[in-house]
């Protein structure tokens, strides 16, 4: 099983529609997860970070934490052309050697069009 | 700040030879990360140092693989001799390790390519 697993997409939406990224992962005690936003040709970018089980919402960007299910969402409402790229889901280890290891999915392709 | 600086921003050379990549991190950051990132393997995380001392090395390929942080501002990754599976996009990034505040700032990224 991969530490970190997304869904795989691509995933395609109109603009104006809610594009929904799926994420779970492995280890139990992981405490802090981060999506990040890549565009192509350029390096990740952190977008939203997400410490506590629930919602968490910042403009058109909602992440949703489980941590009994092990999973992580992000949540793009009114997606815009712009919004389109790769989005990385990331979890930080807690304990023992993964403490501070910071570990990325494979990503998932997001493609809003107009 | 000027952000996560690394060098080359490209790189192309010959099965064989040694390449070396360098990252200066932000200033007052202290902890640095490599990854590398390929199509097929997606973004992985070969070491990161915290302090300038290597935490977690797990990710290292194999022994022509090193990595380096002589002090807070400087680390290298070397790879001797290179391969042509080592064309990827490696990346540098740093973060300061403050409870509620460890977001990853990214540099660039080296695109390597290995003839």
């Known amino acids: 099983q991969k530490e970190v697993e997304q869904n795989s997409g691509p995933l395609s939406v109109p603009e104006g529609a809610i594009a929904s990224l799926n994420c779970t992962y492995s280890?139990?005690?992981?405490?802090?997860f981060f999506w990040y936003r890549q565009y192509s040709g350029k390096s990740p970018e952190l977008i939203m970070s997400?410490?506590?089980?629930g919602d968490k919402e910042d403009g058109r960007f909602t992440a949703q934490l489980n941590k009994a299910s092990q999973y992580v969402s992000l949540l793009i409402r009114d997606s815009q052309p712009s919004d389109s790229a790769t989005y990385l889901c990331?979890?930080?280890?807690?304990?023992?050697?993964?403490?501070?290891?910071?570990?990325f999915g494979q990503g998932t392709i997001l493609t809003v069009h107009p | 700040d000027a952000g996560v600086i690394q060098s080359p921003r490209h790189e192309v050379t010959e099965m064989g030879q040694e390449v070396t990549l360098r990252c200066k991190p932000i200033?007052?950051?202290?902890?640095l990360f490599w990854y590398r990132q390929t199509m097929m393997r997606g973004l992985e995380l070969l070491i990161y140092?915290?302090?300038?001392?290597?935490?977690?090395d797990s990710g290292m390929p194999e022994d022509r693989f090193s990595a380096k942080m002589p002090n807070a501002s400087f680390s290298t990754l070397k790879i001797q001799p290179s391969e042509p599976r080592d064309s990827a996009v490696y990346f540098c990034?740093?973060?300061?390790?403050?409870?509620?505040?460890?977001?990853?700032?990214f540099g660039a990224g080296s695109r390597l390519t290995v003839l």
């Open positions: 990034a740093s973060r300061v390790d403050i409870s509620g505040a460890n977001v990853l700032t």
């Open positions: 280890d139990r005690v992981s405490q802090s």
């Open positions: 997400i410490y506590s089980n």
């Open positions: 990331a979890v930080q280890g807690a304990g023992g050697t993964s403490y501070g290891k910071l570990t």
């Open positions: 200033s007052g950051h202290n902890s």
């Open positions: 140092f915290n302090n300038n001392v290597p935490i977690d």
